[in-house]
């Protein structure tokens, strides 16, 4: 235990399937019609013979993981912001039709600095590793 709001080691996760709705949605909210997002046409030529998901999308599923680990964090004389992710890989696509988890779990706490680190991990339904980062939350005074 620490004197912190939450401990090394401290985990959560999040699973969705990642449906056709949810690439194109996406792609209207951020204007990013890629045609590797909504060609179908365009990526069944391509070796991944398939529509993928904006790896950005995933991202967003890493900010939902780390909203729930504060969410379960105890209660706090300090505000949580995100400040960062590092280190962001996509390993692997992510299709249309796919059921990811993202795994976060704390990794580091600096006291001084007032920081915590995790890292997640992104998995598909066949546990094969698609995305990794590190995140980054700042824990600042209220006022």
């Known amino acids: 235990m620490t004197d912190f709001y939450i401990n090394i080691g401290d985990s959560t996760s999040f699973t969705k399937t990642v449906s056709e709705s949810d690439v194109y949605q996406f792609a209207g909210i951020t204007g990013d019609f890629s045609p590797n997002h909504v060609n179908r046409v365009y990526m069944e030529k391509s070796s991944y013979g398939r529509l993928m ?42 299709f249309l039709g796919d059921t990811v988890t993202v795994a976060y779990t704390v990794t580091e706490i600096d006291t001084e600095r ?30």
């Open 53 to 94: 998901a904006h790896g950005a999308l995933l991202v967003g599923f890493m900010s939902t993981v780390s909203t729930q680990m504060i969410a379960h964090s105890r209660e706090a004389e300090e505000t949580p912001v995100s400040v960062g992710y590092d280190k962001i890989r996509f390993l692997k696509p992510v």
């Open 114 to 143: 007032r920081r915590s680190t995790a890292g997640i991990e992104v998995t598909n339904q066949d546990g094969d590793l698609v995305a990794v980062a590190s995140h980054i939350l700042q824990w600042v005074p209220n006022s």
